[in-house]
């Protein structure tokens, strides 16, 4: 009992953070109906550009400070040339030329992150305790085994979804992004500026991917693989619904936790790397069922 | 139109006892009236009122919570809507649902389907039966294009036309499964005069050459009065007039339903 | 120039419905043929074969089975790959189990072993639109990943998990050299580019492009969706399937699993998006740009005389496929068929453009 604890316990850390990257995908996709695969490759990209800096600016007075300062006003930038030139010359097109565009993206911020940083294996140390504890020790002979910096990004991370999830609910802002997620045009002419907006979500789905790839770097270093991870990110998606922030935080956790499961419980029997498909599996399992998510809404197809 | 002179058939339609909800919402409530073979129903009513909804119930894109629809003697309470096709009914749409990436020609072919056969096999080679059927049904189309008189655009892709020629193509794509009822929600919505005139024309020609059941839905109360046999009025979701259109001119309810007159 | 229209008048609805109705049309396909079947084969060099026109073959014939899908039927695809893998895989495995089989028919059978899957994994579609069914292929391409990498069987137990294939041979005939595998590609590129175009402008293919345009009106006019979609998924995969076996055969000739990864997937896709959806030449000028591209950037530096590490050299090849596709996107969303038509159409009106 104890050990299926652990399992479920580790795989639902790692589900904190699949959240974490959903909610980026989310968070556009509300607010511009753009499918943004370039998520992943903005891990990367936030990831290099901060571990990078971290080693230039080594020697001043607050490297990890400065180091996120200016990764922060980068993804900034990032968003605010994305919009310029891409969704802006892109607007009014169809959802699989946007989504294309993304991927478009995504090879261009890989090409570009590692050209500009280089592309090795750099280790990330902002100060995450490493090494392993044992919690509930009176609950379970003998404890559960946690590592302690998967105690900490979860603890990060399950922040972040909160304090994403009260801005969307409770600000302006908030309330102006959910407009135009409901309509476009609608929301334009009740004079809430489009392109204002989509700057917003990129810089926030921006600095979403800075924490989880600083996160995931600082536990499999800063390297190439940061890109793929979105790739695990997207049975989240179609799990907790595209459109749904509580669907990513649930659908992560639910995706987390079964991989691990079954990676450890199935996985044996048919020759083991089955988390590689197996929470696609399960997604699209689930997806014949409800085909609009745990929590996406019904659409009702009006002629 | 001379009612005394028009023959109807047989009940052709019944809707018995309709009603519709979608979530707490309801859109039809008990909804009750007969259409004859070979008439010309007209189905009005303010906004919001449920008529496109009957509309959707009749060819089965919405299934009632109650009642049935009798068609051709078959009672029926669920369809999907490719059967409301095989068995003659068409339909044409308030905001047109013509397939925009094709051409004229192909939308109305579009309306042949049903009546092909060609394998998989013959199609993939364009040979035999694929082929014959390609030219035979072309022909047919080439006939409903003459109809409607739009030759000239029958290479255009549709998201090129002016409304109004739209609205005709559509129509001529519901033709050419040569329904047995067709139902059109608003064919003349958004038209100017002289297109309002050539699409009643096009309706009573489809009606008496083809003896071609209509239910339609228009706002235009002189073209309804004009076109139909007899009128349903909804409002609300509940019926609360029924009869041809000199009765329906008279009728209390109905004209403070248009008026808002409440006595 | 002499492409004129002018006085071919279409005397019967069989003349009208031609693939061609232009006389010039029909010349221009005639000269191409020529050079593609003559006149290439007598000037091109085994590297130009090997590296050009083999792979711009194969994956134009990808490429229009993806458009059929994507393009035509409007169900979009991730999982290209995986179908070339299944495609791959199962010829590879017929071939070696049934050594009797003409090869022809391994791939064959090989296409339609992906139709299998492919009907299989166009289930969801029935339920599922969009990017949702997007993902829900994205699946499919995990699945056949694994699946290939670590079930022994279909890789018949070699230790790496790699095959390496002889040369096919058909009736005492070896497609050994370049020259030959590039007419057998050729050979089935032609056939199945024709069997496409007869398909997209039947009966088939405008349940397609109804269901693509409005599926609403499409089933209300009675085309069936399950009947519309899973016809699709099946041609298409069908179509991809056989392009998997040419592949690994043909132009591969040894292969790991990796080969038919997610990237494949997306060049696939990027070729149909960027030829233009909904038309067959586009597929087959994408699969032309997306192939060309990377070995044109490769060769770049070396013209420009400029010295750069491979390490660079690919990741700017990433910047620019990447910027070159936004752009792409921007400035002609319909593709290099669009251009392609757009030229025509002036061409035609030449030199009096009102």
Not at chain 1, 123 to 137: A, C, N, Y
Not at chain 2, 4 to 9: C, I, P, V, Y
Not at chain 2, 41 to 58: C, D, E, R, W, Y
Not at chain 2, 167 to 193: F, Q, T, W, Y
């Amino acid at each position: 009992m104890g050990f299926f604890v652990e399992v479920l316990l580790s795989g639902l850390m790692a589900g904190v953070l699949y959240s974490l990257v959903a909610l980026g995908f989310v968070l556009i996709f509300k607010a511009s109906g753009v499918f943004n695969f370039a998520q992943g490759a903005m891990v990367l990209f936030a990831a290099l550009t901060f571990v990078r800096l971290l080693d230039i600016l080594k020697d001043s007075f607050a490297p990890i400070t400065l180091s996120l300062i200016i990764t922060i006003a980068m993804m900034v930038m990032l968003a605010m040339a994305i919009e310029r030139l891409v969704l802006r010359p892109l607007v009014n097109q169809p959802g699989i030329s946007l989504f294309m565009a993304t991927l478009g993206i995504a090879y261009f911020l890989d090409g570009f992150g590692q050209t500009l940083w280089g592309s090795d294996i750099y280790t990330l140390d902002i100060g995450i305790p490493k090494g392993s504890i044992f919690i509930l020790e009176s609950v379970f002979d003998g404890g559960v085994l946690v590592a302690k910096e998967d105690l900490v990004a979860t603890v990060i991370a399950g922040l972040l979804v909160v304090t994403l999830a009260i801005f969307f609910q409770k600000t302006r802002i908030g309330r102006a992004l959910r407009a135009v997620a409901d309509d476009h045009q609608a929301a334009q002419s009740i004079g809430i500026p489009l392109n204002y907006i989509w700057v917003i979500v990129w810089t926030v789905a921006g600095l979403v991917a800075l924490v989880a790839g600083v996160i995931w770097g600082s536990k499999l270093g800063v390297q190439f693989s940061l890109s793929l991870i979105a790739l695990k990110a997207l049975p989240v998606l179609i799990l907790g619904g595209f459109e749904s922030v509580l669907g990513a935080v649930i659908g992560g956790l639910i995706i987390g936790a079964g991989e691990k499961l079954s990676e450890i419980y199935i996985g044996p029997y048919v020759g083991g790397g089955i988390e590689y498909w197996f929470a696609y599996m399960l997604a699209l399992g689930f997806l014949m069922f409800r085909p609009q998510g745990l929590f996406g809404e019904v659409h009702i197809d009006r002629v | 139109m001379n009612d005394t002179e028009r023959k109807l058939g047989p009940t052709i339609l019944k809707a018995d006892n309709i009603s519709l909800a979608f979530g707490g919402v309801k859109a039809l409530t008990d909804i009750s009236f007969e259409v004859k073979e070979h008439e010309i129903l007209a189905i009005i009513g303010p906004n919001g009122a449920g008529k496109s909804s009957m509309l959707n119930v009749i060819n089965g894109v919405y299934h009632p919570n109650a009642g049935s629809v009798t068609y051709r003697g078959n009672v029926r309470q669920q369809m999907k809507p490719h059967e409301a096709a095989t068995q003659g009914i068409a339909r044409t749409f308030q905001n047109i649902a013509l397939f925009k990436g094709m051409s004229v020609l192909d939308n109305i072919m579009t309306g042949r389907t049903l009546k092909m056969h060609a394998g998989f096999l013959a199609q993939c080679l364009y040979v035999g039966r694929a082929r014959n059927e390609e030219i035979q049904h072309r022909k047919k189309v080439e006939e409903i294009i003459d109809f409607l008189q739009i030759q000239s655009i029958r290479k255009t892709p549709v998201g090129r036309l002016p409304y109004g020629l739209q609205k005709r193509v559509e129509l001529g794509r519901a033709l050419a499964s040569e329904p047995v009822l067709l139902l059109l929600d608003e064919p003349m919505a958004g038209m100017n005069i002289e297109e309002k005139e050539d699409m009643s024309r096009f309706i009573l020609d489809v009606n008496d050459e083809f003896g071609t059941t209509i239910v339609l839905i228009e706002h235009d109360m002189g073209v309804v009065m004009d076109l139909s046999d007899r009128i349903v009025v909804l409002d609300y979701g509940k019926k609360i007039g029924d009869g041809t259109p000199t009765e329906i001119r008279n009728n209390k309810e109905v004209i403070d339903a248009y008026l808002g007159v409440s006595d | 120039m002499f492409y004129r229209e002018a006085g071919q008048f279409k005397t019967s609805y069989k003349a009208d419905q031609a693939v061609f109705p232009i006389f010039q049309d029909r010349i221009f396909v005639a000269i191409w043929l020529f050079l593609g079947f003559v006149v290439v084969p007598m000037l091109a060099n085994e590297y130009v074969f090997r590296a050009i026109f083999i792979p711009v073959i194969i994956m134009a014939l990808a490429a229009i089975g993806l458009n059929l899908l994507v393009g035509y039927c409007g169900q979009v695809s991730l999982g290209s790959g995986a179908f070339m893998a299944v495609g791959a895989y199962a010829a590879y495995n017929f071939m070696i189990r049934i050594p009797e089989l003409n090869p022809l028919i391994c791939f064959l059978l090989g296409g339609l072993s992906a139709t299998v899957v492919g009907v299989i994994f166009g289930i969801p579609s029935l339920r599922i639109k969009g990017f949702y069914l997007a993902v829900a292929t994205l699946a499919l391409q995990f699945f056949t990943d694994w699946t290939f990498s670590r079930i022994d069987w279909f890789t018949n137990y070699t230790p790496s998990g790699s095959i390496a294939v002889q040369p096919v041979e058909v009736w005492g005939f070896v497609f050994d050299s370049p020259i030959r595998k590039y007419l057998l590609c050729l050979t089935v590129l032609v056939i199945f580019t024709v069997i496409a175009k007869n398909l997209v402008r039947g009966r088939i293919g405008r349940a397609w492009m109804a269901t693509r345009d409005m599926d609403v009106a499409a089933e209300i006019i009675g085309i069936r969706p399950i009947y519309a979609k899973l016809s699709a998924f099946a041609v298409s995969s069908f179509f991809i399937g056989v392009a998997g076996a040419l592949w690994a055969y043909v132009h591969l000739g040894s292969w790991e699993p990796l080969a038919f990864d997610i990237n494949l997937s997306f060049s696939i896709l990027f070729m149909v998006i960027i030829g233009g959806l909904g038309s067959i030449v586009g597929g087959m000028l994408g699969a032309t740009f997306i192939t060309l591209l990377p070995l044109f950037l490769n060769q770049l530096p070396i013209w420009l005389g400029i010295n750069m590490s491979t390490a660079m050299v690919s990741h700017l090849e990433y910047m620019i496929f990447g910027g070159l596709i936004i752009f792409f996107l921007a400035v002609e969303p319909l593709g290099l068929a669009r251009i392609w038509q757009i030229t025509k159409e002036k061409l035609r009106l030449w030199p009096f453009p009102h």
